[in-house]
């Protein structure tokens, strides 16, 4: 694999992270100081990880210039994996059939993410 893709990569899932922390830390906020209820909460914390992924996907597709389907999928297959690793050694529990769903689609908003990151850089930027 290229150096480029792993720069790539790592751009992504750092972006990846951070949005998920600081939007992890603005919704424990939200729930500590509002009569925010729980239904709404993961519905939100969702579609903010949607969102996250997109990004950090998007941004992985367009610092690796190439492959942005490739490299949007490795970063959200990426994730899935820190955070499967996070719940099976830390809590001892695989995923259930609701989190691999969730999942499933964290790495397809990443895919696609990737591939309009690539699509956003110009040949002159070589």
């Known amino acids: ?51 996250a992924l997109f990004i950090g996907g998007f941004v992985a597709g367009m610092k690796g210039k190439a492959k942005g389907w490739i490299i949007g999928g490795i970063t959200g297959a990426g ?18 059939l609701e989190q691999s769903l969730y999942h499933g689609g964290y790495i397809l908003a990443a895919l696609l993410g990737g591939m309009i990151g690539v699509n956003m850089t110009s040949p002159a930027n070589d």
Do not use: E
């Not at 919704?27 to 925010?36: E, Q």
């Not at 994730?79 to 259930?96: D, K």
């Open 1 to 51: 694999m290229r150096k480029q893709y792993i720069t790539a990569l790592m751009y992504g899932w750092i972006i990846v992270l951070g949005l998920i922390l600081i939007t992890s830390l603005l919704l424990a906020l939200l729930l500590r100081f509002t009569t925010f209820n729980d239904p709404t909460l993961s519905w939100l914390a969702f579609a903010i990880g949607l969102i």
């Open 79 to 96: 994730f899935t994996l820190l955070i499967f690793l996070v719940q099976y050694l830390g809590y001892h529990q695989g995923f259930s």
